[in-house]
């Protein structure tokens, strides 16, 4: 609406619906999310939270009307001990935050090995890119990217999502869906770099985390803790790397 007139116009809307996610029989998580890439979202999740190590834990997700998931697990995997070690009961997970980040998650952080290094115009490009790759965005401004690169600038998995928690875990999960070996990987996103989100990255064994967006204390204790780099405002030819600068290489 431009000073003194009005006019009635069709916009595009960013739509977010919620995903009830059910382990066995039993209540899992509810999950606010935009209704694409479901079964990539569920498989990005279930690795990114450490309920399932690997894609082969998971014997079967199946949907079902009225937004609902069951996912069954392979008889080898003991369910009860991995959410009792997560200390995770049923949730709501809204898109507007992820899960909660508390100090006792961090006494299970492994730390990370690899010893890749980036290209620092490599990482400020794969940031970029998401802008141009983002076309939900583009049309509705309501959505967060995130991405999975090679360590060469490749992309190997892009999604979007209503949710900043859920676009990296679509972006896991397509990246784990065609046996991606997250050690020698870089996830790029365009949320803030909170606690939470770094974590998923650690769990999952990616050594290095950039966002177009700032830090919080709590992303760059987890990053310290997993031996992750992580940098923030990538923007233009600058950025800020508050952990492991010793992957990026600045030629």
Excluded: W
């Excluded at 006792?104 to 890119?129: E, H, M, R, Y």
């Amino acid at each position: 609406m431009a000073e003194g007139s009005v006019k009635k116009i069709e916009d595009f809307v960013a739509v977010e619906r919620p995903l009830h996610i059910f382990l066995g029989i039993s209540p899992y998580a509810t999950m606010l999310c935009t209704p694409v890439d479901l079964n990539e979202l569920v498989v990005g999740h279930l690795l990114s939270e450490g309920i399932v190590r690997a894609v082969d834990e998971i014997h079967e997700i199946a949907f079902k009307e009225d937004g609902l998931c069951y996912v069954s697990l392979k008889p080898t995997v003991d369910v009860e001990k991995r959410l009792r070690l997560l200390n995770r009961l049923h949730r709501i997970i809204p898109s507007a935050c992820g899960g909660l980040h508390t100090p006792q998650f961090l006494k299970g952080i492994k730390p990370i090995k690899s010893a890749v290094k980036v290209k620092a115009k490599i990482i400020q490009k794969s940031v970029t890119d998401l802008n141009v790759m983002a076309e939900t965005f583009r049309k509705t401004g309501g959505v967060h990217a995130a991405a999975i690169y090679a360590v060469n600038g490749k992309l190997l998995a892009f999604a979007e999502d209503v949710g900043r928690h859920n676009a990296v875990d679509k972006a896991v999960g397509k990246a784990a869906l065609k046996n991606t070996s997250f050690s020698n990987c870089f996830l790029a996103l365009s949320g803030r770099l909170s606690g939470d989100v770094v974590l998923k990255a650690a769990r999952v064994g990616i050594p290095i985390v950039a966002s177009i967006s700032a830090a919080l204390n709590s992303g760059i204790e987890v990053a310290r803790k997993a031996n992750l780099t992580l940098v923030g405002f990538v923007r233009g030819k600058r950025m800020n790397v508050y952990n492991a600068p010793e992957r990026i290489l600045l030629s």
